[in-house]
T-cell receptor, first 117, second 110 residues
Framework: DAGVIQSPRHEVTEMGQEVTLRCKPISGHNSLFWYRQTMMRGLELLIYFNNNVPIDDSGMPEDRFSAKMPNASFSTLKIQPSEPRDSAVYFC???????????????FGPGTRLTVL | SQQGEEDPQALSIQEGENATMNCSYKTSINNLQWYRQNSGRGLVHLILIRSNEREKHSGRLRVTLDTSKKSSSLLITASRAADTASYFCATDGGTGKLIFGQGTTLQVKP
């Protein structure tokens, strides 16, 4: 299995531009997570999907951020317009949500390093 | 808000020594997991311990869980330079999402 695939690996953009990050989860997994990691705030969960449905988006910082999962093999995280404070590493992770007792473990992609100038 | 808090924040040891990292959390859990992150990489799952377990081993890793104290520890025995990484605990409250701590940065000197 190729693991979780993210693209692009690096993105440099200017303030005000739209940024789209992409993720392909592991085949067969039914849960997908988007995280943001910075030195100051650590690893933050932005949004969590189960069976392509957003379950918890309480971590999405503001309306500039949106995420979609049109099918089980693809998700996007969009920032529009981008700001310098959005600079971070964005990780996508996937897992299989089974039955009780839950023992989900998450598989992380390599991340997208976003720099907003 | 962060659920897990690791202690210490940073740890530096010599190769061959043991490394112990601690994690405290605040609410009830279904299980607790430890992950490793090498510099510039994504997190990798190491070990999971369920709420009804007290100790678990995997190779050179030993994890303990004390639900009465809401704490866990990760012991890496006979450390190697390749163990240099950041280690995170993560709690699963049964909602399908994990809450990660701030991590412990481990440096193993050859």
């Amino acid at each position: 299995d190729a693991g979780v695939i993210q693209s692009p690996r690096h993105e440099v953009t200017e303030m005000g531009q739209e940024v789209t990050l992409r993720c392909k989860p592991i085949s067969g997994h039914n849960s997908l997570f988007w995280y943001r990691q910075t030195m100051m705030r650590g690893l933050e969960l932005l949004i969590y999907f189960n069976n392509n449905v957003p379950i918890d988006d309480s971590g999405m910082p503001e309306d500039r951020f949106s995420a979609k999962m049109p099918n089980a093999s693809f998700s996007t995280l969009k920032i529009q317009p981008s700001e310098p404070r959005d600079s971070a590493v964005y990780f996508c992770a996937s897992s299989f949500r089974g039955y009780r007792p839950y023992t989900d473990t998450q598989y992380f992609g390599p991340g997208t390093r976003l720099t907003v100038l | 808000s962060q659920q897990g808090e690791e202690d210490p924040q940073a740890l530096s040891i010599q190769e061959g020594e043991n490394a112990t990292m601690n994690c405290s959390y605040k609410t009830s859990i279904n299980n607790l997991q430890w992950y490793r992150q090498n510099s510039g990489r994504g997190l990798v799952h190491l070990i999971l311990i369920r709420s009804n377990e007290r100790e678990k081993h995997s190779g050179r890793l030993r994890v303990t869980l004390d639900t009465s104290k809401k704490s866990s520890s990760l012991l890496i025995t006979a450390s190697r330079a390749a163990d240099t990484a950041s280690y995170f605990c993560a709690t699963d409250g049964g909602t399908g999402k994990l809450i990660f701590g701030q991590g412990t940065t481990l440096q193993v000197k050859p």
